[in-house]
Structure formats: structure tokens, C-alpha cells
């Protein structure tokens, strides 16, 4: 059964540092991993999507990084500014072509 | 191009009763699914609906249900509510060839039960 996770739960950094969120799920046998970003009263918003024969995808300030193998994926936040400040998760499509989420970081960026 | 919807934004119910959640998908997409999401919690995938037919079930009982519209708009049911079906419910639509759910999800903002 395909599990993921999210390290940390919680982050809170100031304004202008570069940070790193890990996402990590135990079966590799997956079709892609997706990177949301979820805020409160607005849904989840696609930020990025990594086929699972690709090694990182780059949108902007963000660049996501997948470790088929290894089970591992991070995203990585450059500059960080407080309108970054949102619950990230990531996803996986498993082998039945389901979304397997993982809990979420909670990103807070101090001004 | 309009977006995905969710309606109605807020629910109350009682243990016990049935409740309908709507969603209207993002023009040209064929695929809906559906996810609840507890507080705290990531999503939890309920079913997929691909061109009208149920093309894919998490681990729920058979007290949610769904259907998918012509015009690929959807519904999902809930039978005999139980106060852990208290949660925030999303709709997400997609452009998928295959039925498959490997293309980019489009999600709506949800819809927040509350079953008392």
C-alpha cells in the first residue's frame, strides 16, 4: 500500500531564505508526483508535476526534484516571500492511477 | 474559461441524514474526482468519474455514490452521514485521453460538512 509523507510538518522562516520541503512515499511504482499548494477557503493549486521518468521539474522561484528510486521528492522554495505562506503537499499517482497524498507542510513566511 | 465550482460552500447536517454535493467541471475537461479531506489531513480519494462512468474507488463504503452529468458536471451522495464524515470535500477536474488521472488536476474550493 502506497504511503507518503511529509517532512516537516510545520515551517516557519523569514522572508528571503531559500527552503526545502521533502515528500517521501514507499512504493516507487508510481506514474507521477505532483506538488500542491493549498490555502485556506481557496482549494489546492497545481504547482508542479514530475513524470515519473523525469528528475525535476522548474516553475519560477520553484524547483521540485524526484528521486524515483530512493522514494523521495523535494521542493525547493528560492526567496522565499510571505505570500508564499500556504500548506504544501505532494501526490502521487500509484499503480491503480490514484492520488496518494501526503499530509502537508505548513509554510509560514515572517516578514 | 471558467474554473471548477463547488457548491454549496457550507453544510450543516445530522447524523443520519443524506446530503448532495455539486461540482461543475472546467470547460473541456472529461474526468472528475472526488476527495475528502479532514482537518489536518491530506485528501482521501473517494471515486473518479471518466466520461460518465465511475472509473476508479478509494476505500469508502457504498454509502458514497456519484454520478457524472452529460455536460460533465457532478454530484457526490452521502447515505446515513456519521459524524466522521465531517470534512472538507473537493472536486477536481481534468483533461485525461485515457481515464487514467495521470493528467493535472484542476480543483475547486470545496465544499466544508459539518455532521452533527
Known amino acids: 500500500k502506497q504511503e507518503v509523507t511529509q517532512i516537516p510538518a510545520a515551517l516557519s522562516v523569514p522572508e528571503g531564505e531559500n527552503l526545502v520541503l521533502n515528500c517521501s512515499f514507499t512504493d516507487s511504482a508510481i506514474y507521477n508526483l505532483q506538488w500542491f499548494r493549498q490555502d485556506p477557503g481557496k482549494g489546492l493549486t497545481s504547482l508542479l508535476l514530475?513524470?515519473?521518468s523525469q528528475r525535476e521539474q522548474t516553475s519560477g522561484r520553484l524547483n521540485a526534484s524526484l528521486d524515483k528510486s530512493s522514494g523521495r521528492s523535494t521542493l525547493y522554495i528560492a526567496a522565499s516571500q510571505p505570500g508564499d505562506s500556504a500548506t504544501y503537499l505532494c501526490a502521487v499517482v500509484d499503480s491503480n492511477y490514484q492520488l496518494i497524498w501526503g499530509a502537508g507542510t505548513k509554510l509560514i513566511i515572517k516578514p | 474559461e471558467t474554473g471548477v465550482t463547488q457548491s454549496p460552500t457550507h453544510l450543516i447536517k445530522t447524523r443520519g441524514q443524506q446530503v448532495t454535493l455539486r461540482c461543475s467541471s472546467q470547460?473541456?475537461?472529461?474526468?472528475v474526482s472526488w476527495y475528502q479531506q479532514a482537518l489536518g489531513q491530506g485528501p482521501q480519494f473517494i471515486f473518479q468519474?471518466?466520461?460518465?462512468?465511475?472509473?476508479g474507488r478509494g476505500n469508502f463504503p457504498p454509502r458514497f455514490s456519484g454520478l457524472q452529468f452529460p455536460n460533465y458536471s457532478s454530484e457526490l451522495n452521502v447515505n446515513a452521514l456519521e459524524l466522521d464524515d465531517s470534512a472538507l470535500y473537493l472536486c477536481?477536474?481534468?483533461?485525461?485521453?485515457?481515464?487514467?488521472?495521470?493528467?493535472?488536476?484542476?480543483f475547486g474550493p470545496g465544499t466544508r460538512l459539518l455532521v452533527l
Open positions: 477536481a477536474s481534468s483533461h485525461d485521453p485515457y481515464g487514467q488521472g495521470t493528467e493535472t488536476q484542476y
Open positions: 470547460s473541456g475537461h472529461n474526468t
Open positions: 514530475i513524470q515519473s
Open positions: 468519474y471518466y466520461r460518465e462512468e465511475e472509473n
